[in-house]
């Protein structure tokens, strides 16, 4: 048995040689040779119903042509996409496609990343020759975050699978048969209560399947993307951040097999209003009596090391889990320099995990950040309650990172001798600081989270910060520096390093070796052994 | 006329008893020799079973004519603690074709026999006749057979103290004809949409409830009791040799006397028209006979002296397929004739793929308009293209049935398609 899982075959598509194991399908073994073969059913994350028939492939010595999503190679194939009549079965369905189908591009949500609007234009039929009335099914609202174009509709069953097969909530269905099929509800119960059923909408091949959250907001085409990883929950679900003026527009998974395959829960898609917040700290702030007075970076930093230097009494370092490892592993060393206890954090848990049934790997956390795994291995302690509130006391020297501080009464820190704030917004609380330095979001800065498992996985700047915030490891590395405690750090990846040298559990792991999978750090803990979550 | 109207050029095997309602019951049956088959089938082991089967070469009367036999032995032989599935199809609703609710109707024992010994020449241990809904009384008739056969033991656990057990469960579809096609048939046995599946898998490896099963039309079923009884050879003796056996030719249209006659399968067509038919209604000409139930393609008047085996109607362009003849005089509008054929494809299409889904309405949608006197001459190279794409690129092949009528038409009636577009025929309604 073990051996015939292992058997290879080797085949030729176009001519390219390639073997792969018995039982790999024309699609995927193409795939391997860089051969793509154009499909609207066919998703690695589902099963394949072969019914778009947009995939039909020419194999020498078989009379008709057969589907790549279903058929596996055998030995000795000789497989042709581009042969006549692969080519001619291809513009015959398109233009089957296009009897129906509205081309609605103009104002479609989907323009620009529509596999109809691909395939036709590679290679459709130059003009449709229908001369009759198209089929009109208008639009459904889904219930949920979904409305439903059914004229847009191309059939493909994919959001009816998703729901059956991954979600496992069976809510969608076809109803009618032949032209007249339509995707369906059932009666009045919509998608509301499903949470993760946006991902139909990603899946989507044609702009049927409409988020109302990004409905009219941007043409595709004008989107910046970004690799990022969703800092909603524990899971670290791998991401592209979609932006356009430096406002996030939408969120979208981006597929990693060992995190999230292809998949996002609708409750982080849609938490990112945060990260698009305009009342920013916009200058380093320095108080001089009852005022906090705007400044240079380089007077501000010279002044806060001078008070640093001449610091008394006890340190209490607060980090946050919805920063990078870097930045929270240089905050620690600085702590660790400064002689402070262990550093604390806070942070938001939800009641239960939400699992994705068909993909169990991947749950809504329980923690509602991306770091906390990262922190605790950073040393960092967690305090306060389920609504990231309380736990927090006031010191000779207070150092808060990132944490808004929004609960604390407004004369916390007042009596500290030397209170200095590294965030974002200026709450009540954090007025009291003597330094407000600003620093850039993890959507503004490269930088790394470690998931509820250990899973180192970096990320890449997606908005342009306010023109003086600056990453925490940057203004940390200075202070360090400052401290005699090594060079500032020119980069993320060197910020990195520099946490590895100090901090075993991410020592010997470098940028190059996390990759875009991310990599385990030195002390993973088994999934559903807990570890933050 | 006496209702079924019998020819004396008829060869009665599976309709012997068609018009005696005596024969619906266990008794009446039985003095046809019923049940005799099964007495002796389950006395022998499955293979042999099979191998008499293969001998008399009798195939498939679903349509596709696939020698029977063979598509037995294609069941796991080895594997007795997996179950299998017999499963008898009697869902019959291709446009032309009703001879299997005859044969459900009048002889629902000969159908229950044939399948019992089917089962157990596959080690079937259930027997699933899934019926259309629509069958109100033969589901009544073969529902009380069923019971019957319960009772006197034939059907059960120790059939006739053989040791040997197989139930038999009488299932109803809600009636689509896409739940006539084998696989379309096990998605609705089991309670999905009535749609086909890929192949492969194929069901003898992989088929209803995931088991291995069998697909019997009942017309084929029916005449297994018969080839037990009398033997391969006797079997052979009728018919051709490629074409064993008797077939029952369910002719509609215009001609004088409308039915089904069983005849033996080589059987020249002009004969049952002219002779067996009784000739063409009102004295009119032949314009063009269908001879396979509306998915083959049309055959028209001067292609129609042929004989009617699975061979000969393939040689002359068009296909036996279930032997459903419909025959059409020189009055027939064959745009309209077309169209009608496209609608019920259309509508019965399951919309899986593409090509079928929305290339059978737009091929009814262009029908429409040039039976409107819309259409234009480009219309006829659309609806050949459109065909063309239908054809040999679909899951099951309801897509190539809708072009078949279509492209042989044309070919055929070009000039009726010409003369719509010409608007040399007054439009109307588009009526039934
Ligand atoms: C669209 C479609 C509809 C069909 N409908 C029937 C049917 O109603 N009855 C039937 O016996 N076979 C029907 N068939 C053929 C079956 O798929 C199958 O070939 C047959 O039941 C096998 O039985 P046989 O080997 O005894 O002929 C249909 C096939 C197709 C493609
Ligand atoms: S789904 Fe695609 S082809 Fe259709 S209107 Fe939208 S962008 Fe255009
Ligand atoms: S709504 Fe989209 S995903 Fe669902 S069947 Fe239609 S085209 Fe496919
Ligand atoms: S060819 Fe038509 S009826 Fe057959 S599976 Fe495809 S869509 Fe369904
Ligand atoms: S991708 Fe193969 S048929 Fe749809």
Redesign the interface.
Known sequence: MANEQTENVTCRINGIEVTVPRGTRIIEAAEQAGIGIAHYCYHPGLSA??????C?VEIEGVP??Q?AC?STVAEGNNILTESERAR??RK??L???L??HPLDCPVCDKSGECRLQDFVHAEGPKHG????AK?IFGQDDFGGNILYDGDRC??CTRCVRFMREVAQDDLLG?V??????VIDTFFEQGLDDSPFHTNIVDICPVGALLDKDFLHKARVWDLDHAPSICPNCSQGCNIRIDTRDNLVQRLRPRANPDVNSYWMCDYGRHSYEWMNGTDRIEAPLVRDGERLVAQNWQPAMLALLDRLKQRAGSVRIVGSPMLSNEDNGLLARLGSLLGAAAPVYRSARAEDEVVLPGFPKLARRRELAANGRGLSALGFERVGDDRAQGGLTSADVLIVLGDELADLPADFGRDASLFVYLGHRLHPAARNAHFVLPVSTFAEQEGTFTNFEGRVQRFWPALQPPPLARPAWQVLGVLLAGLDDGPAPADAANAFLRVGSFFEPFAGLTYEMIGTRGALMNEPVAIGAGGGD | MAYPYKHERETRVLTEAFGDPAARTIEGWKKYGGYEALRQALGMAPNDVIEVVKASGLRGRGGAGFPTGVKWSFMPRDDSRQPHYLLINADESEPGAFKDRELLRWTPHQVIEGALIGAHAIRAKHVYIYMRGEFFEPAQIVGRAIEEAYEAGFAGPDMMGSGIGIDITLHLGAGAYICGEETGLMNSLEGRRGQPRIKPPFPAVMGAFSRPTTINNVETVSAVPHIMRRGAEWYRSIGTEKSPGTKLFNVSGHVVRRGNYELPLGFPMKDLIYDVCGGIRDGRELKAVIPGGSSVPILAASECDINLDYESVAAAGSMLGTASVIVMDDRTDIVKAVRRMVEFYSHESCGQCTPCREGTEWTAKIMRRIEAGEGTADDLDTLLEVGRNMTGTTICVLSDSCAAPVASSIAKFRDEYMARIRREVPAGALTV
């Open positions: 119903p072969a019914m778009c028939r947009m039909l008709k042509l589907p279903v001619e079965s015959g369905t233009e089957f496609y009897i129906n020759r229908l001369r009759d089929v191309i059939m076809v009618q048969r032949g032209h007249r099929s």
